[in-house]
């Protein structure tokens, strides 16, 4: 692999499967850390976040847990009582039941600075997605480990949310990357670095393997990646058919060729921008928020949507955030609407502003296709 890369580059083709550079991105401890970030007196004592069922009292399972509440051995899908009898000594833990909207707040937010860092962006669900920074990097895994540092930077200081991301030269390797140091991690794994990293992993560290699958690899005395690494493919093909063993044969030896694909429907677009100086002038915001729905507007255009949801979203000078939004009557894909609903939302937001704008935002969402409207001159 080494070898093709080089030749590869050789000749300036940069781009080619064989050398993209992907990052994965995982938040940390995510439902707990969102408790975290609503009540900073809870950073310091173990939290369990539940999800209790309807049958009342204390049934239902933990959900995720924050890295103190770990250390006594409390663990994502174990009874709530469970936990409660593993921190029953310690006097300050805190059972606090799952608030997903809260939770989908954030990661929108944290999802929305990540999306601007990606050549390609894949969601995978409200705490991970999948980068391709291949372009951006030029590909060099030096530019993407700054470039990793940077993502983590700014999701700590505009969400104070902690992530942890792994970096190699595909998804696969990416994701065992980023599992690899938690929390708040970040790990490089360079193509000639893949066979060392991946050779003492345990067969369990591939995703996908299971508690299951780890244990009839382990009857065969079968422990490590580098282990698994032993058997051939037939008698892969024999335990778990073709699918799955040419799978495992690959990931054992860090090769997947997956792109980094947009597959996520868009619920939503947005633009936020850092202004260039921190404002509550109401002309000069409108004029930045016109720019803005422009470019927006573009947006929508090229993915031959409509909306009919608009919202403003301000970062102000302490970094924290301020929302509003508003339904129209229709959905339209009209930019004047855009920019008419936008001005008067910037005008109620500012009419108890204290605060000076610092990032200005504007989303639309409540989309629809556009194509196959029949009557698509009556919305201009
Ligand atoms: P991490 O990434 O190890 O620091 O911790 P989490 O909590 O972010 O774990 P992850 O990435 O596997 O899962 C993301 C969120 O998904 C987590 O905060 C809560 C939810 N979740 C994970 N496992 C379970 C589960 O077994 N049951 C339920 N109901 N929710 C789960
Ligand atoms: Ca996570
Ligand atoms: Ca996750």
Request: charged share 30%; hydrophobic share 40%; net charge neutral.
């Amino acid at each position: 692999m080494a070898q093709a890369d080089i030749i590869i580059r050789i000749f300036g083709v940069r781009h080619t499967v064989a050398d993209r550079i992907v990052f994965h991105i995982d938040f940390d401890y995510f439902y707990a850390q969102c408790e975290e970030l609503r009540d900073r007196e809870l950073k310091t004592r173990p939290v369990c976040v539940c999800i209790f069922s309807d049958r009342g009292g204390d049934s239902g399972a933990i959900a995720t847990a924050n890295y103190i509440a770990r250390k006594y051995g409390v663990k994502s899908g174990m009874p709530i009582k469970f936990a409660r009898s593993r921190l029953a000594h310690i006097p300050d833990s805190v059972f606090v039941g799952a608030d997903f909207a809260h939770y989908s707040d954030i990661s929108e937010k944290a999802m929305e600075i990540i999306r601007e860092y990606a050549d390609v962006f894949e969601y995978v669900g409200k705490d991970e997605a999948y980068l391709d920074v291949t372009k951006r990097t030029e590909g060099s895994f030096e530019n993407a480990a700054h470039l990793g540092q940077q993502l983590k930077n700014q999701i700590r200081n505009e969400i104070r949310l902690s992530c942890t991301i792994g970096i190699s030269r595909n998804k696969l390797v990416a994701k065992i990357a980023s599992g690899y140091k938690k929390p708040d991690g970040l790990t490089v794994v360079t193509p000639q670095n893949i066979e060392s990293f991946l050779d003492p992993l345990k067969i369990g560290d591939i995703p996908g393997v299971g508690k299951v699958t780890e244990e009839k690899f382990a009857e065969m005395g079968l422990k490590t990646i580098s282990d698994l690494k032993k058997i051939d493919i037939f008698t892969l093909n024999k335990m778990f058919g073709r699918k799955i063993s040419s799978y495992l044969y690959n990931a054992a030896r860090g090769i997947d060729d997956d792109p980094v694909a947009a597959r996520a429907p868009a619920v939503q677009f947005s633009r936020i921008v850092t202004l260039k100086e921190d404002s509550r002038n109401f002309e000069f915001l409108a004029k930045s928020l016109d720019e803005i729905c422009a470019d927006l507007h573009k947006t929508i255009l090229e993915h031959k949507k409509m909306f009919k949801s608009v919202g403003i979203q301000f970062v102000q000078s302490d970094l924290s955030n301020k929302t509003k939004s508003r339904m129209l009557k229709n959905p339209t894909f009209s930019e004047d609407e855009l920019k008419k609903t936008a001005t008067l939302l910037l005008q109620e937001a500012l009419a108890d502003q204290t605060m000076d704008v610092r990032r200005l935002g504007v989303r639309v969402s409540e989309l629809s296709e556009l194509e196959g409207q029949s009557s698509i001159t009556n919305f201009f």
